[in-house]
Structure formats: C-alpha cells, structure tokens
C-alpha cells in the first residue's frame, strides 16, 4: 500500500474517535477492519494509535479515552491547515467557534478544535511530523469524510470561508448532495439531516471506511455489537451503509463502485 507522506491544506488529514471503553473499541476495529494498535504516551496522557498490517505498519486514526464518560462517543475529523490561529480567527469570523484555542501535541504537531454554525464539532491539525494519517483511498483506511447538517446554505458560506471550498451539488441516494473541492480535487461531502432521519439529531462530521465488502462488513459490525443506521444501499459512487459502534460512535463503510478511481485523493 501506498504510503501518505503529507497532506494539502484545506484537506481531511486524520480521524480520531473518542470512547468512554477504549478497550472495547479497541476490540470492535480490530475486528472488523483488521487493524493492529499501539499506545502513545501524550504529556501526561496515553494516545492509542491504530495501524495497518502491524504494529509498525502505517497509521489510520487515532483514540483517546474520554474524560468524562457521559460523554458520547464520536468520531472527529481533522483538517490540515498551515496557520491554526489564523484559521481560527477565519472560524469566528464566519460565525463559528473555537471549543480549544491551539495546543501542541507533543513531537507531533500543534491542533485545535472548532465546530461550525450547527454546533458540528472538527478539529484543526498543523502538524510536525508524521503528517497525519500514513494510508488513505485503502482497504481498511478513510476514504471519504461527511457532514450531516440542516442548513446546506450556511454551512457551504462557513467551510467555504474557513477552507476555501467549493461547493458542487450532486445526486446521490435519496437527497441532494455537495461535493466540496478544492480545485478539481473532491474534499468532502455532505448531506441534509432531513425528515428521514430521527427528530433532534444533531449535526456532525463522519469518516467514512473503505471495505471490500460492505454487506459482509456491515453484517460483521452487527455480530461485534455495532448497530446499522443506514443499511446497504448503491449509490453512484459505490455501496455504503451508516452504523454505530457498541459505544454509539457513527462510522460509515463504501465499498467503491471503481476501486481505482475513487473519488477522494487527498494526498497532494
């Protein structure tokens, strides 16, 4: 597999998700995508990171346990940036908000984190070294990332402020859809919280993995304790389904329509 070596500004450059069971989490990845994970001491916290074909293999995302376990658990989306304070003050600028002004991370790099008009939750990532992820558009890696919001409009002026994107609508499943860009190059996707989905629910980012199978794998989620929101369904650019994981963390499975051609490439 191709290894990432780094990452355009304005671009998804890594997934964390935060669990109230880092253990059963742990469990739960490692079974349905195969991934392997090692743990990475942060100042005075531990950081687990998740890997392909081994220990030492490339990494995919990353974990920390939650503080406070009333917490949910959810996936967080990071964006490459190459001024975080200079995004940030873009963020406020465009009516968001800053929910953790910016940090280091150790030998890593520095981050921060924001959420949009609707109170959807991502994060900023300027980094040292690695880059971020070290395997995307792979079985098994991120391949895609989504926002699910009511306000397509507002949220098309805030990231296309924020990031510079462009927003291009497309027709994809039941609803209409954007497709942001950065050029020619797909960013990121997403799509309306509508009367299909539950009253109340909130609006938020979602990474999305690929697997070879995405019935099998979906089937598979179900056995380890994850429960399907959305099942298998084609779409043009694939099949896909929407679960959750034992503790309720959203993740989406594509199995791509063209494996060689999938839409997202997110490394320059």
Do not use: N
């Not at 003050?89 to 800053?98: K, L, S």
């Not at 391949?143 to 994107?165: K, N, T």
């Not at 989905?197 to 995405?214: E, Q």
């Not at 989406?252 to 997202?264: Q, Y």
């Amino acid at each position: 597999m191709p290894e990432v070596t780094s990452f355009a500004p304005g671009f998804p450059a890594w997934v964390e998700l935060a669990s109230p069971d880092p253990e059963r989490s742990k469990e739960f990845y490692r079974d349905l995508f195969g991934w392997y994970s090692y743990t990475l001491t942060v100042g005075i916290a531990e950081y687990e990171i998740f890997t392909l074909g081994g220990i030492q293999g490339p990494a995919v995302g990353g974990m920390q346990a939650l503080a406070d376990d009333s917490q949910p658990s959810s996936w967080t989306c990071y964006f490459r940036t190459d001024d975080i304070p200079a995004t940030l003050d873009t963020v406020r600028a465009e009516g968001g908000m800053v929910l953790a002004e910016q940090t280091d991370v150790v030998g890593l790099g520095q981050m921060a984190l924001c959420c949009d008009l609707e109170g959807a939750d991502f994060a900023l990532w300027r980094p040292y070294r690695p880059q971020g992820a070290g395997v995307v558009d792979e079985p098994a890696a991120m391949c895609w990332v989504e926002l699910a919001c009511r306000d397509i409009r507002g949220a098309r002026r805030f990231y296309g402020g924020v990031f510079g994107w462009k927003a291009v609508e497309r027709h994809y499943y039941h609803a209409r859809y954007t497709e942001w860009k950065i050029g020619d190059r797909p960013v990121a996707g997403m799509v309306p919280i509508d009367e299909h989905w539950p009253p109340g629910y909130p609006p938020h980012w979602i990474p999305y993995f690929w697997v070879a199978d995405c019935d099998e794998s979906a089937a598979k989620a179900v056995e380890l304790g994850g429960r399907v929101q959305i099942p298998p369904s084609d779409v043009k650019p694939g099949r896909f389904c929407v679960l959750t994981d034992p503790d309720g963390a959203r993740v989406a499975l594509v199995t791509p329509a063209v494996p060689d051609r999938i839409a997202l490439r997110i490394h320059p």
